[in-house]
């Protein structure tokens, strides 16, 4: 395995966990009953400890692939004079920085109380995703232009990821629909997603354009460059999921009542995961690759 392989597959890791507690715990302590947020939460324990767990290990990990990549393969991952470098002169060095000190907080977030753990992790996994904007594309512009470049990308992530991440506890909340104990409060919790989701994918779309010109200066349609022909895939799949989600708002959602429908919804969620993760991976790729020639 090539250190640009463990890099991509790190990068997805870190970015898969950390959209996903960002997006279900800025969902579960905003738009979600207490008691009913309690319950999901103590449910999504285990998912949770285990984003957590992932993020440690691969932000320990970090620091040595990008000191094997930039340098000369596996052998400077361990060099002392490379791990200096990449750590003290370059952004990945910045962020590494930040990122182990929020996931350092976030682990000691388990030490609170459940309901101050909840906001603990929203705030923690908010700036984690923000830190991903420092080793962007946003570092190719200068001054004013690269800090509305990071702006705009800190946006672009939060936005996706209260969208994407928020889709777990939606998942329970749907299934809780035929508990009379909580189905009136799961009702609720899910027309105030479909109520904010319309915002969050508006914010996507409008920040994605923006990324987009920002970092082509048009649109990408030169498909022999493996940065645009990516980029055309991941808005194709993100049209996907914006049609999934209309679909499921407009036509299912007024039909719960019906088992099918309530059914065919469940699926259609788990398939806008499945979409949304894809989506993460291309830009773990993507991400790594030059916009043009």
Known sequence: MT????????????????????????YLSTCVHYDLASYIDLRLRRWRIAAVAILCCVSMAFLPLQ???????WIDAVS??????????????????????????????WLLQPRKRLYAQTLCAGLLLATLSITGHAAMNDANLRTLHRLNDVVHLLCGGAWLGALVPVILLLRLLGDAKWQDKSRRALMRF????????AAVVLSGVANTLLVLGGLPTDWSQPYQLLLCVKII????????????????????????ALELLRGL???????????????????TLAPTA
């Not at 000191?67 to 393969?73: E, L, P």
């Open 269 to 287: 969620t788990w398939f806008e995961i499945v979409l949304g993760l894809s989506v993460v991976g291309l830009v773990a790729v993507f991400g």
């Open 237 to 260: 799949i993100v049209g996907t999921m914006i049609v999934l989600a209309l679909v499921n708002r407009y036509v299912l959602v007024p039909r719960l009542a019906s088992n099918s």
């Open 80 to 109: 002392a004079s490379v791990l200096n470098a990449v750590l003290f002169s370059t952004n990945n060095g910045t962020a590494w920085f930040a990122q182990v000190a929020l996931v350092l907080s976030l682990a000691l977030s």
């Open 3 to 26: 250190p640009q392989f463990s890099l991509i597959v790190s990068r997805f890791l870190f970015d898969s966990a950390a959209l996903g507690l960002w997006g279900a715990s800025i």
């Open 194 to 201: 479909s109520t904010v989701g319309h915002l969050a994918v």
């Open 67 to 73: 000191a094997a990549t930039m340098g000369d393969g």
